[in-house]
């Protein structure tokens, strides 16, 4: 298939474009399911804290509440990536990876993607009621971090903290979920996802790096250019010492610390891989995160079970 048939540019082929009906691609796109690299990032932290509460309370991670975190986490970025997509389109339609999305080429109205919007936040609403009512005033609380975080970019040099903010809200919610409350670990969680958000996201802003300077688009990209690695070190490093003191307070052991030393070597890895001047490249470097996120949560999970 051709981007002229409606591939977004930066797809890459998957089942959308291949299996999918025609009618609802444009709304797959919109929600980003063509490209859940997304969905998982903003997954990793619910499933973290899912797996520090479970450290804490010494017994098996909750199934039940990572499922409904999954379901949660692919409807809520669907969500906003559409809100994204609504308040940017007339940006992304200056940028050459983004022009081909689906409001700006015009394969659906800005009416329809507001319809769209809501029915998926309704599924986000009906996999948050199913929490107690602790974690549901939590998750409401997320809303105005992701309503104001598209317009950061056109009045700050640093709309990856803002993002931070709300990919990493997940580290918020996993732990009331257990425990009806907020405490340190949990606190703890979150200003280290926070951190390795920062990361990644200016890895991936480095592909749209001349284009945003052009259009007046801000970004750590722009901010950091030649000083990306050492920036990337820092904020990694933060990632790693908050999550470990997370961890720590929360009674985790040898098999967490196993798990957090294999997290810290993968992003090691990518800063030394990276080439921020190949957009490719800062694209596999951004999308392995996932493997990051997912090696952390493995510790997490098997610290549990053996304290269980």
């Not at 025609?22 to 859940?36: C, E, K, N, S, T």
């Not at 389109?89 to 050459?96: A, G, P, T, Y």
């Not at 920062?198 to 945003?212: M, N």
């Amino acid at each position: 298939m051709t981007r002229g048939a409606g591939r977004v540019a930066d797809s890459t082929g998957n089942w959308v474009d291949g299996v999918a009906p025609a009618w609802a691609r444009p709304y797959l796109r919109l929600a980003r399911l063509d490209r859940p690299i997304g969905s998982w990032l903003l997954l990793m932290p619910c499933w973290w804290s899912v797996g520090l509460a479970a450290v804490h309370a010494r017994s098996q991670v909750n199934v039940w509440h990572l499922l409904l975190f999954f379901i949660g986490a692919f409807a809520m970025r669907g969500a906003g990536c559409t809100w994204n997509d609504i308040v940017d389109r007339d940006l992304d339609s200056q940028v050459e990876r983004t022009r081909s999305r689906p409001i700006p080429s015009g394969q659906v109205t800005v009416a329809s993607a507001a319809a769209f919007l809501m029915l998926q936040a309704l599924v986000g609403l009906a996999v948050l009621l199913q929490f107690n009512r602790f974690t549901i005033y939590v998750g409401f609380a997320s809303l105005a971090v992701v309503a104001i975080y598209p317009f950061m970019k056109r009045i700050t040099y640093w709309p990856q903290i803002v993002l931070g903010l709300a990919f990493s809200w997940g580290a918020l919610m996993g732990w009331p979920a257990t425990f009806a409350r907020l405490d340190l670990p949990a606190l703890l969680l979150y200003a280290g996802a926070i951190s390795w958000v920062i990361g990644y996201d200016t890895i991936y802003a480095h592909q749209d790096r001349e284009d945003d300077a052009l259009i007046g688009i801000k970004s750590t990209a722009l901010l950091f250019r030649e000083r990306t690695k050492p920036m990337l070190a820092l904020f990694y490093a933060l990632a790693v010492a908050l999550i470990a003191l997370a961890g720590w307070s929360a009674g985790a052991g040898l098999l967490f610390a196993l798990g957090l030393l294999a997290f810290a070597a993968h992003l090691a890895w990518q800063i030394a891989r990276l080439d921020v001047d190949d957009p490719i490249d800062c694209l596999v470097v951004f999308k392995s995160n996932r493997d990051a996120g997912l090696i952390l949560f493995a510790g997490l999970v098997l610290d549990a079970a053996l304290r269980a």
